[in-house]
């Protein structure tokens, strides 16, 4: 072949590498998505929660912890303003209280994202564990609970090297816990490229005080985590892969993947139903209008349930979904007691009644 040949086979080559490449990020991002309103009876906004309400995990009591103020590098927020934790108990009716926070604990670059809570079954404290990004770092604050005085009080923080880029926990100690990281570099200008180049590097992580371990690998995009009401298993939403990743937890901590669920969006942090089982998540319908956040084109929300998930045949339920008139961005949902309570990433909160 000629040189001009050559050159024109590797533009082609190029043109075509770079037309495939966008079409699949189109995919992954479900760029092309439109949502039809499925709207519940009776929502209302939350009073208070303007800044996000990024997760929610809900007690058997009826407590509902909610995380605002999330500072997450590439994502739009409304405010520098310092995350605040939050507990409503949504059958009562009442405003969310804002908890306050004791002990050697840096307030002002609080930015809280993924949440668990852990209660120690000896003398029934309970242990509230927060991903916190202060500075966009990346590390787990570990709180206890002090319910009389709607106080958190700071017990440690926790960095690990293999806790580089941590987007959501679920506590199986008072000081262990298991971690999603959702991205593989730390790099911002290389942490596009997984996305682009459809990388499957991300990872889950086994903390203990004694010993730290990747314990799952192969996720796309690793975002939500959370356990299977006998602690048998966990759930993992890979957020750019449009799945749920089911895992087996092995004696050792170790976890063995049983089976992936498709679930057709992008979805977020993960609540179990613990009388039911069920899994509910709060996703994202368009990725790309979640980046972009145009007020004339906001990004939707849309809650997700899987019943019956270690079946064969899982049933996959859209829930609600709303086009970002009402709440945008939606990134959890859980329900307690006929009632259902929805957060976003950067926007607010919704209770909803399930009819
Ligand atoms: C969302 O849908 C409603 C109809 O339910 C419509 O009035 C509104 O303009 C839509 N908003 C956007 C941003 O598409």
């Known amino acids: 072949m000629g040189k001009l040949m050559v050159l024109t086979v590797l533009v082609a080559a190029l043109a075509v590498l770079i037309g495939e490449r966008f079409f699949a990020l189109r995919k992954t991002t479900l760029a092309y998505r439109e949502l039809t309103q499925n709207h519940l009876p009776n929502c209302e906004l939350i009073k208070g929660i303007e800044i996000g309400a990024e997760d929610i995990t809900i007690l058997e009591d009826g407590q509902a912890f909610i995380s605002s103020g999330l500072k997450y590098p590439?994502?739009?927020?409304?405010?520098?303003?310092?995350?605040?934790?939050?507990?409503?108990?949504?059958?009562?009716?009442?405003?969310?209280?804002?908890?306050?926070?004791?002990?050697?604990?840096?307030?002002?670059?609080?930015?809280?994202?993924?949440?668990?809570?852990?209660?120690?079954?000896?003398?029934?404290?309970?242990?509230?564990?927060?991903?916190?990004?202060?500075?966009?770092?990346?590390?787990?604050?570990?709180?206890?609970?002090?319910?009389?005085?709607?106080?958190l009080v700071h017990m440690k923080t926790i960095k690990h090297e293999l806790l580089h880029n941590v987007n959501d926990i679920v506590?199986?100690?008072?000081?262990?816990?298991?971690?999603?990281?959702?991205?593989?570099?730390?790099?911002?200008?290389?942490?596009?490229?997984?996305?682009?180049?459809?990388?499957?590097?991300?990872?889950?992580?086994?903390?203990?005080?004694?010993?730290?371990?990747?314990?799952?690998?192969?996720?796309?995009?690793?975002?939500?985590?959370?356990?299977?009401?006998?602690?048998?298993?966990?759930?993992?939403?890979?957020?750019?892969?449009?799945?749920?990743?089911?895992?087996?937890?092995?004696?050792?901590?170790?976890?063995?993947?049983?089976?992936?669920?498709?679930?057709?969006?992008?979805?977020?942090?993960?609540?179990?139903?613990?009388?039911?089982?069920?899994?509910?998540?709060?996703?994202?319908?368009?990725?790309?209008?979640?980046?972009?956040?145009?007020?004339?084109?906001?990004?939707?929300?849309?809650?997700i349930r899987i019943q019956n998930i270690h079946s064969d045949e899982p049933v996959v339920t859209q829930v609600y979904s709303d086009n970002g008139s009402v709440l945008i961005g939606s990134s959890v949902a859980t329900p307690y007691k006929g009632k259902l309570l929805i957060g976003s990433v950067y926007h607010k909160a919704l209770i909803c009644d399930l009819e």
């Open 74 to 151: 590439g994502l739009p927020r409304y405010t520098d303003a310092p995350g605040k934790i939050y507990v409503l108990n949504p059958s009562s009716g009442a405003d969310p209280i804002e908890l306050h926070i004791k002990g050697d604990f840096d307030t002002a670059s609080f930015g809280p994202h993924g949440i668990s809570v852990y209660t120690d079954e000896e003398d029934g404290s309970r242990y509230l564990f927060v991903v916190n990004h202060p500075h966009e770092n990346s590390q787990v604050e570990i709180f206890q609970y002090v319910e009389e005085e709607s106080t």
């Open 171 to 303: 506590a199986v100690g008072v000081e262990n816990f298991y971690a999603t990281n959702d991205h593989y570099f730390t790099n911002e200008y290389l942490m596009p490229l997984e996305a682009l180049l459809s990388l499957y590097w991300c990872n889950v992580v086994y903390y203990s005080p004694e010993a730290v371990h990747v314990v799952a690998g192969g996720l796309f995009s690793a975002n939500g985590i959370n356990i299977s009401p006998d602690k048998k298993h966990l759930y993992v939403s890979d957020l750019m892969d449009h799945s749920i990743v089911v895992l087996n937890i092995q004696k050792d901590n170790t976890l063995s993947r049983v089976k992936k669920v498709a679930v057709g969006s992008l979805c977020d942090n993960i609540e179990v139903e613990s009388k039911t089982g069920d899994l509910w998540m709060g996703c994202h319908p368009n990725g790309v209008k979640l980046l972009l956040n145009d007020p004339n084109d906001p990004p939707g929300s849309e809650v």
